[in-house]
Each structure stands twice: as structure tokens, then as C-alpha cells.
């Protein structure tokens, strides 16, 4: 899946593009292709690759029919095929940063872990957690899946049909809730993130990284006006109560991939910034990113939500609550504080357009958005108080 870098902590936020589609599924005009044949950077990846897979009986015969998806800075993904079956490879950068392949062998881990589970995902099919067999970085493989990504284009039937549409809102619900509910502890995850402090940090967390954009040349600090008011909101209002889970960390319409012929998920995308929190972290963003009531599409500019047809969002939260045991009654607190962060990191690539590590539009776009999240949270926020 294609996405930007957006900030120094080295998360990413997808650009609402798609990542790929199976052979024999509909053409998918979304999933950007720099080449029908590697680049020359990529070939002692493929030689390495192929290697690999010999040892570890992964496929036979010569790797073919490589196209690298289109992707920002964070990780290389290329689709290819072996004899007669297709592979995606999901790698590090040609020029890693700190933490890249720690980040890697997280997402292997939890994809492991969600093997025996109803959450839908790409499949495993090999890791390799040795640097030194790729040039530096470690790798995975996973099938080629059968779906798109509705931030960028519909099937027909979701183009035709508003009752699709409204089932697939709440299909993408049902999919975070699978994952909310999942044990963390009896998948082996119990150590897979620091559950304790984890909503008291949340404000403090994202201040200091706003705070860390001053140093960048060009970026006007204060843009997005003064955050104190709504931090100590935050911080009054926070929840008393939760229970820890699984939290995706960057849960929107643009990290999923809906089925060609069902309106459901056919795979949750871009696991890295998973992590053991507030599993209800990820229904806020979702919330605070999701169409208001006077049918403007949401934050995203999303194909899905500009078609219409779309659950409400108090459909989206009844949807959950039908699918969960957790206390939903703080949720008008989740979605801003979900506004709050995420309006924080996007703000990070405009600050970095501003200092010209960063394409211009992406940043000027980028930061719209954030300037919209902040102003929704402020309002949830005064409702609240």
C-alpha cells in the first residue's frame, strides 16, 4: 500500500492508494506501478530473494512478472510471481532508518499472531528476520489479495448500490471490533506493547512530538493555534477505566482492502504502528475521520464516503457496541482525542514540506486535514464540557 512519511517517529499515513489485487480479479487502475520490470536497485533484492525461497521451498522456477507498488519512503513492496503462484514482498527501504527492521519483524510477529484468528489480514507465507540475507533488511511475503481500497475506487456493485455502500461501513466495523475483542495475552502478544499509562501518556506523547516540528526550517510553529485548552480537556475528561487489546494504530478506510464480490474486508493493511493500548483509540479515529451529517465526504476525501449511502456515525458506534464488551459511553472523548493525535502527526508532514523533506501538495494536504481534525476535536470537546 502506498503511503507518505509523515513524521519523525516514523509512522506513516497512507496517501489512499491501493496495494494490490489477486490474478484474475478485476483491473485495479489504483494499485500504481513505477515499472512492469524491476529497477536495477531491486535486482540483487530479487536474487537474494529467490535464494531464500529455494532454501525455504517457497515456490519454484524463475521470479517474474515484477512490479514494484507504488510506495512512499517507509517500506518497498514489489508483486511477483513464481511458477504458478503470486507473492508480495514487503521489505525495508533501499537506505533503512533507525528501528526499520525492528518495526518489520513487529508486523511479522502480530501477523503470526492473527493467523487462527476471524480478523481479516494478508496471510504469512514467509518471514526472514536476518538482516544479512537481504542487504540489510529483513523481509516477509504474503499473497497477492483479492480486494481494493475503497479510498481510491469502488467495484461496480459499490458504485451502483447505496445499500453495498452502508454494508460495507459497517463491515469495516465489524472487522476493528474482531480485532478489539481478541485476548492479546492467549495470541502471545502479552509483551507486544507497554499496556500500563497507556491513555495517560497519549497527550503528553503527541505534544512533544508537535513541539519537535519547531526545528524545522520553514515550518511556523503555533499554526494550529493554541493546544492547551484542548489538552487539559483531554486530560480532565480521560477515561478511568479501560482494558487493554490490540490497537491497530492507524485504523481508516485507506488501511483496509474490501472483497471484489462481497461488500466486506478482505484484509486490515499496514500494521506497523500495532501496538497493546486502548483498542476503543482505533474506533475514534475512525470516527473522527468519518462524514458529518451534511453530506460532505469525510476527512480523506475518500471514493466511499464521496458516493454516499454511508452508516452514520452513531451507526458505526451502535455497530460496535453490538460486537464488543467494552464501555462505549467515554467514546465523544476517543474521537477527539483520536482527532488530536492524528491532527499532531499530519502535521508533521506539512512541517516537513515546509522545510522541503516532503513533496508540497502532499504536506499542504496533509495539513488541511489536520487543521479540520483539531477543529472537530475543539468542538467534541466544548460538547463535552
Known amino acids: 500500500m502506498a503511503r507518505e512519511d509523515n513524521r ?11 496495494q494490490s489485487q489477486s490474478a484474475g480479479s478485476p483491473p485495479d487502475p489504483a494499485t500504481p506501478e513505477t515499472s512492469t ?17 529455494d532454501r525455504t521451498g517457497l515456490g519454484a522456477g524463475e ?8 510506495g ?35 508486523e511479522m510477529r502480530l501477523l503470526r499472531a492473527l493467523q487462527e484468528t476471524d480478523v481479516p489480514h494478508a496471510r504469512l507465507l514467509g518471514a526472514c528476520e536476518d538482516p544479512s540475507v537481504m542487504g540489510g533488511t529483513v523481509f516477509y511475503l504474503m499473497p497477492v489479495i483479492n480486494g481494493y481500497n475503497a479510498a481510491v475506487e469502488l467495484s461496480e ?21 474482531s480485532l478489539g475483542q481478541l485476548d492479546h495475552t492467549a495470541i502471545g502478544l502479552s509483551d507486544y506493547g507497554r499496556a500500563e499509562g497507556f491513555l495517560e501518556r497519549q497527550v503528553g506523547r503527541w505534544l512533544h512530538e ?8 520553514g515550518y511556523t510553529p503555533g499554526r494550529l493555534g493554541d493546544l492547551t485548552t484542548m489538552a487539559t480537556q483531554l486530560e480532565r475528561l480521560r477515561p478511568k477505566a479501560w482494558s487493554p487489546g490490540i490497537l491497530h494504530g492507524d485504523f481508516h478506510i485507506a488501511n483496509v482492502m474490501f472483497d471484489y464480490t462481497q461488500p466486506t474486508v478482505a484484509a486490515v493493511i499496514d500494521w506497523e504502528m500495532s501496538t497493546i493500548g486502548d483498542p476503543l483509540m482505533d474506533l475514534g479515529e475512525v470516527l473522527a475521520l468519518w462524514p458529518q451529517n451534511d453530506g460532505s465526504p469525510d476527512l480523506l476525501g475518500s471514493a ?18 453490538t460486537n464488543t464488551s467494552r464501555d462505549l459511553s467515554m467514546i465523544d472523548w476517543y474521537t477527539a482525542m483520536a482527532g488530536f493525535r492524528l491532527g499532531i ?38 460538547s463535552l464540557a
Open 8 to 18: 519523525a517517529s516514523g509512522h506513516t499515513y497512507p496517501d489512499a492508494t491501493t
Open 37 to 53: 520490470e524491476p529497477g536495477l536497485q531491486h535486482h540483487e533484492t530479487l536474487r537474494a530473494l529467490g535464494t531464500w525461497m
Open 63 to 70: 521470479i517474474d512478472e515484477v512490479h514494484e507498488l507504488a
Open 72 to 106: 512512499g519512503t517507509q517500506n518497498i513492496m514489489l508483486r511477483f510471481r513464481r511458477g504458478a503462484d503470486r507473492f508480495v514482498l514487503r521489505r525495508g527501504p533501499q537506505h533503512p532508518r533507525e528501528r526499520a527492521n525492528l518495526t518489520l519483524c513487529r
Open 157 to 177: 456493485q459499490a458504485r451502483t448500490d447505496s445499500t453495498w455502500r452502508h454494508r460495507m461501513g459497517l463491515e469495516l466495523i465489524d472487522s476493528l471490533a
Open 210 to 217: 508537535l513541539e519537535t516540528y519547531s526545528a524545522l526550517e
Open 304 to 321: 466511499l464516503s464521496i458516493a454516499g449511502g454511508l452508516p452514520t456515525a452513531d451507526e458505526l458506534v451502535e455497530r460496535y457496541a
Open 345 to 382: 502527526v499530519l502535521e508533521g508532514t506539512y512541517a516537513r514540506a515546509r522545510a522541503g523533506l516532503a513533496p508540497t501538495a502532499v504536506g499542504d494536504r496533509l495539513g488541511a486535514i489536520a487543521v479540520a481534525l483539531l477543529e472537530r476535536s475543539r468542538e467534541r470537546l466544548d
